[in-house]
């Protein structure tokens, strides 16, 4: 990291603050902090929907797969490409239809208010799980980076991310997410246009790879591989759709918006899996001896995108790089925090113990609980980081089947299936856990290579290979199966609770219409002002890199990514009308 590098790091924070700022004026309840009254335009939500669903992670855990096994680690991004078409076509309108402002408000409305308290305080510590390991993932990363030590770079990026979340609430998130999309694309595919011309171009790419990381037949060769495919495209299936994912929707206008955010997710999760895992499979390549450029991370392939970019990238963007991962990982996290807040507030606070509180004192004290996840998010991130071994990869995965599958699955069920008792949603989950520990304690690798003749001795990823899709695919269908076996208990429900689902019934399939539902006039035109002069100024200033001392290719690098940010801002100031709420010179 050169002083450049440092400069447009110490820029990107402070212009995080400016949005944050910006759209503090925008909140003026809780349904504002929590949703953003459900006002967003489509491709703001669906770059935000997009962003959340990857963190740093990506660019460390999953990248070491990519560095030590290939392509297999995009399984998983096509799975999450997929799950946002199922959401276009079926989940994400109905989302939105359900009027609601937290996903537990959804699942009192599905399940019934003994649900929705086993939900929230089985959802809160999950999700509080989860910013862990992605700020553990950050962690990792910024060590990388800076060569700093792991535990420092979590607490300054867990406080970053818990500041921001708190000034601008549901809006700062939203907005911050989409302008960090327009950042963090164009910047890895300069990485990756540089790291194959530092093999020798798209041809010396293929070929040096085409045995080992870009090998198709392994889908056949390597044991239990084909299994875990399909394993993973289920388990992201679920986890895109379930009531848990459903508030990156409860943003938007109606369902249409909600439908268009969903397929622009879809679409930019695609180029994704490609040009975010080119760079470390190229570096397998380039960088074989990883161990001796990070001797301090305890697994040094999950630094490989950052090495691949440090040997390619022109002087200064790596500073962009750095901004564009952090904006991952922030996405996620703030959007976490942001969620449990909301699901903390209106689904315990304020039902149970202070019914009467009135906005400003649930606003108050949404924020403070802001502050505390924060902070125990930054606990969570220190303790992963204190195991030894502990590989980034194996965590994220182990703790998606084994904790969050069975937790999602009937949240997904209920949206289709809707005729079962109360205790289906609850018992499912416990079904659901039993059937992954039971499986991951007796249906073991070793037991696999007896039963089906496979390779004895298998190597590491193929016993990660089977522990993770045998335990899929049974907690989903053992969970599914309990479910449906439910539904022949649903006549001796009580009568109250029927009403309550024909609500929802009728509720979830009735479009909304804005205009007439809401109180507060829509704000298209502000927010695509807005968002648009704060994309062209990053733009100009990103353009301005490029007068840096750089060979003619690095200069060309910044003036893509700068003109890309600058003509997009200038495209939504020209299509919006500028609002009269803004004067025209502020």
Request: charged content about 15%.
């Amino acid at each position: 990291m050169t002083p450049y590098d440092y400069a447009v790091l110490a820029f990107y924070f402070v212009y995080l603050l400016v949005i944050s700022w910006v759209f503090r004026r925008f909140v003026r309840n809780t349904s504002d902090y929590f949703r953003s009254g459900g006002q967003v335009i489509w491709w703001m939500a669906g770059g935000s929907a997009f962003i959340v669903s990857f963190s740093a992670w990506t660019f460390t855990g999953a990248a070491s797969r990519a560095y030590s096994d290939g392509w297999p680690i995009m399984v998983i991004y096509l799975a999450n490409a997929v799950g946002f078409v199922a959401s276009a076509l079926y989940f994400a309108p109905r989302f939105r239809q359900l009027r609601v402002v937290t996903s537990m408000q959804a699942v009192r409305a599905r399940f019934g208010p003994d649900n929705e308290q086993f939900f929230t305080w089985l959802t809160l510590p999950l999700r509080l799980m989860y910013a862990g390991i992605w700020l553990y993932g950050l962690g990792v990363f910024f060590s990388a980076a800076f060569s700093m030590d792991v535990n420092m770079t979590i607490l300054i990026g867990g406080g970053t991310v818990t500041a921001i979340a708190l000034i601008g609430g549901s809006w700062a998130v939203v907005a911050s997410d989409f302008i960090q999309v327009l950042i963090l694309m164009p910047v890895t595919m300069v990485a990756t246009v540089l790291a194959v011309s530092r093999l020798g171009g798209a041809g010396a790419f293929v070929h040096q790879l085409a045995g080992t990381r870009l090998n198709l037949g392994k889908l056949f060769s390597d044991d239990f591989l084909l299994f875990w495919c399909v394993a993973m495209m289920a388990k992201q299936f679920v986890s895109s759709n379930s009531l848990t994912e459903a508030p990156r929707y409860f943003c938007v206008k109606d369902g249409r918006h909600a439908r268009k955010a969903a397929l622009l997710a879809a679409g930019l999760m695609l180029v994704g899996l490609v040009i975010w895992f080119v760079p470390p499979m190229a570096a397998s390549a380039a960088i074989p001896d990883l161990g001796r450029v990070y001797p301090h991370l305890k697994n040094p392939s999950e630094g490989s995108f950052f090495a691949m970019a440090t040997a390619t990238f022109p002087v200064g963007m790596l500073g962009l790089l750095v901004s564009g991962v952090f904006a991952a990982t922030l996405s996620a996290m703030d959007a976490g925090l942001n969620s449990n807040a909301g699901i903390f507030i209106k689904n315990f606070y304020q039902p149970i113990i202070r019914p009467g509180a009135g906005e400003r004192e649930l606003l108050f004290a949404g924020k403070v609980t802001t502050l505390a996840f924060g902070v125990a998010v930054i606990i969570l991130a220190r303790v992963y980081f204190s195991f030894p071994e502990l590989s980034l990869f194996k965590l994220m995965l182990d703790f998606g089947v084994l904790v969050a599958l069975p937790q999602t699955l009937p949240l997904v069920l209920g949206i289709f299936i809707r005729r079962t008792p109360p205790w289906s949603g609850w018992s499912t989950v416990l079904v659901g856990f039993a059937a992954g520990w039971l499986t991951r304690a007796f249906l073991s690798v070793e037991w696999a290579v007896r039963v089906f003749g496979a390779r004895a001795n298998p190597n590491e990823w193929e016993r990660q290979n089977w522990d993770q899709a045998i335990a899929v695919m049974t907690t989903i269908g053992a969970g599914v199966a309990w479910f449906c076996f439910s539904r022949l208990f649903y006549e001796g429900a009580p009568a109250s609770y029927k009403a309550s689902i024909e609500e929802f019934s009728r509720r979830i399939e009735l479009p909304v219409d804005y205009d007439r539902e809401e109180d507060t006039p829509a704000s298209d035109d502000k927010q695509s002002w807005l968002i648009g002069w704060l994309c062209m100024p990053y733009g100009v200033v990103i353009c301005l890199l490029a007068l840096i001392p750089n060979p003619p290719s690095g200069r060309a690098a910044f003036l893509f990514c700068g003109i890309v940010l600058g003509l997009i801002g200038a495209a939504l100031v020209r299509q919006s009308r500028v609002p009269a709420s803004i004067p025209p010179h502020a």
